[in-house]
């Protein structure tokens, strides 16, 4: 069944719910100067995504937030950063002004999405644009070093059938009509899936392409490579794992097919033995790498929502996993911690969300489709703090809705963008509002960061970095 998606901006823009700040920082010097029955077992901690009694826990109050060190990392190689989709607390010093800015291909516009995170290795940035044409950039200035158009010709693809829909003038492809996919590397090689069903391997170098598998099926999600497997998964909710070294099929693992989905480039998680494979059905599954065999599973579905928009049950964002411990959201409103190594659900809460929660220290940061962004303590899911984002340009008119992505954090500051271009840091350790300016465009990727420098790919494909 071919799934019928949805934009995560106007999942945002359609949801019900409608932010106080104080006086912030001058940036003149920079950037940031100064439906279904739930099969949820375990403790239940019932807190609704747009329930305006969200409050931190008292029991916290005497809490102190500590972190972790922050640290440079050389490379941002997956779509989550490394492989379990954690990355912890990340150098990036300074007001994070400008250092350079590229137009990288095609953003998105009324007939296709620009969902690939970016990803760095190298010393360098490669970017998928809307059109499945990649860029590759030095992340250090800027400079372009080649690029690679990764749409098929009609005449050699599967997709050369009109009932597809994708054959444009002159019986060749459209290539926006097969966004989504993503960028993973590994072991001097990209791996780069498409909406067109192909997964290439290709020298992260010169671009030279080593080998292409087709799929048969769209590929809306980005690839992870580790340990000398490829695991992407389809619109039809197959989960794949490819070999590095010539592209044959391991194994693949059926979800449950949904006819309605988030439009996000999510990507599973590996950790140890075992893949965390996210599905559009809100099935969370924890697979053996060597031969795809379920260890256990996880549905992350509520019954009760307001919308039929909020019953999707999609997890469009990646699960994290940190120290034996898998955190994963849903669209619908189930947030799970769960232990990797016997699927035991240690706590969950009735949160929703389309983006990656980020595990640091003894806490857990992670923002919902209500613009709240939440500190929880990672042993039992309770709140810390909470920091509502605006939901709107014009709060009084409920006009201009916003949608946030993020958080990433670096520095002792959390960053998150929204899409109608603002930038918000906001202190790990108490939830306040610590900067906040304009950004060239809108974003609906979340940041990467690398080398101390952080990254934005904005909605019309514009890749600035940041110092």
């Not at 080998?211 to 690839?223: K, S």
């Not at 989905?261 to 950790?271: C, D, R």
Request: contains cysteine.
């Amino acid at each position: 069944m071919k799934l019928v998606h949805v934009v995560c901006g106007l999942s945002a823009l359609l949801l019900a719910g409608c932010a106080e700040v104080d006086a912030l920082t001058s940036f003149t010097n920079g950037w940031f100067s100064g439906g279904k029955k739930s099969n949820i077992k375990g403790q239940r901690i019932s807190i609704l995504a747009s329930d305006e009694s969200l409050k931190p826990d008292p029991e916290l109050a005497a809490t102190r937030v500590v972190l972790p060190r922050p640290y440079k990392n050389p490379a941002w190689p997956e779509p989550g950063g490394y492989a379990a989709n954690v990355m912890y607390h990340l150098e990036a010093s300074g007001p994070l002004q400008v250092a350079w800015q590229q137009q990288a291909g095609k953003g998105s516009d009324s007939s296709s999405r620009l969902t690939a995170a970016p990803i760095v290795a190298e010393n360098r940035i490669y970017v998928l644009d809307a059109e499945e044409h990649l860029f590759v950039y030095d992340s250090r200035n800027g400079t372009p070093l080649w690029d690679k158009p990764l749409a098929p010709y009609a005449e050699n693809s599967i997709w050369n059938s009109a009932s597809f829909g994708l054959i444009g003038k002159n019986t060749s492809i459209d290539p926006s009509k097969g966004f989504g996919g993503g960028v993973a590397y590994d072991a001097g090689k990209l791996f780069v899936s498409t909406g067109f069903g192909d997964v290439f391997a290709l020298d992260a170098r010169s671009g030279k392409q080593l080998w292409t598998t087709n799929l048969q099926v769209p590929i809306v999600n980005a690839p992870v490579a580790n340990g000398g497997r490829i695991f992407v998964s389809s619109e039809d909710n197959h989960f794949y794992a490819l070999a590095e070294n010539d592209g044959r099929k391991l194994w693949d693992h059926q979800g449950i097919t949904e006819n309605a989905g988030i439009l996000e480039s999510t990507s599973a998680a590996v950790a140890g033995d075992y893949v965390i494979a996210p599905y559009t059905s809100g099935e969370l599954y924890a697979l053996n790498v060597a031969d795809g065999r379920a260890a256990w599973s996880e549905i992350l579905t509520r019954s009760g929502t307001q919308t039929a928009l909020s019953e999707l049950d999609d997890i469009a964002g990646r699960p994290a996993v940190d120290r034996e411990m898998v955190f994963a959201i849903s669209h619908s409103g189930v947030m799970a911690a769960i232990n990797i190594n016997t699927g035991e659900r240690v706590w969950s809460r009735d949160l929703g969300g389309i983006q990656t929660p980020w595990a640091a220290g003894d806490f857990v940061y992670v923002l919902t489709i209500d613009s709240r962004l939440l500190c929880l303590q990672r042993k039992d899911g309770k709140v810390k703090w909470v920091h509502q984002l605006p939901r709107y340009e014009d709060e009084e008119d409920k006009s201009g809705p916003m949608v946030w992505t993020g958080p990433v954090l670096v520095s002792d500051r959390l960053i998150v963008v929204s899409s109608n271009g603002r930038a918000y840091s906001i202190s790990p350790y108490t939830g306040q509002l610590t900067g906040k300016t304009d950004i060239p465009d809108g974003a609906y990727i979340s940041p990467v960061v690398a080398n101390g420098t952080l990254y934005l790919l904005t909605n019309g494909a514009q890749l600035v970095a940041l110092r």
